[in-house]
């Protein structure tokens, strides 16, 4: 049985950090790849950045260099640092994962089979 637990989020001002951390358990495929969405009501779930299980990584444009994704292998957790945030990034945020035989780009937004509760980001003005 697959298990993702979020944890991490909470309220922040613009301009400030978060970290999000994604502890994974029940996994087994060696290729995949792991992923953090966001949604807000009436909008698309985007995926915000996403790694191969190479270390390979890809980010949305939103995000680009003020989000880092990376993984460690030890404890089996995801992370996403987040800095500068913005209002916009206000959303509930979401880590998944799939298998995968390439590499994962944050364009593939589907086949995502497995995926924790959800944490809730909110940034203030």
């Known amino acids: 049985q697959v298990h993702l637990q979020e944890s991490g989020g909470g309220s922040v001002q613009a301009g400030g950090s978060l970290r999000l951390s994604c502890r994974i358990s029940g996994w087994t495929s060696s290729t995949f790849c792991m992923g953090w969405f966001r949604q807000t009501p009436g909008k698309e779930r985007e995926l915000v950045a996403v790694?191969?299980?190479?270390?390979?990584?890809d980010y949305a444009e939103s995000v680009k260099g003020r989000f880092t994704i990376s993984r460690d292998n030890v404890d089996n957790t995801l992370y996403l640092e987040m800095s500068s945030l913005k209002p916009e990034d206000t959303a509930e945020y979401y880590c998944?994962?799939?298998?995968?035989?390439?590499?994962?780009?944050?364009?593939?937004?589907?086949?995502?089979?497995?995926w924790g509760q959800g944490t809730r980001i909110t940034v203030s003005s």
């Open positions: 790694l191969t299980w190479g270390d390979n990584k």
């Open positions: 998944a994962t799939r298998p995968t035989i390439g590499l994962c780009y944050a364009s593939q937004i589907t086949n995502f089979n497995y």
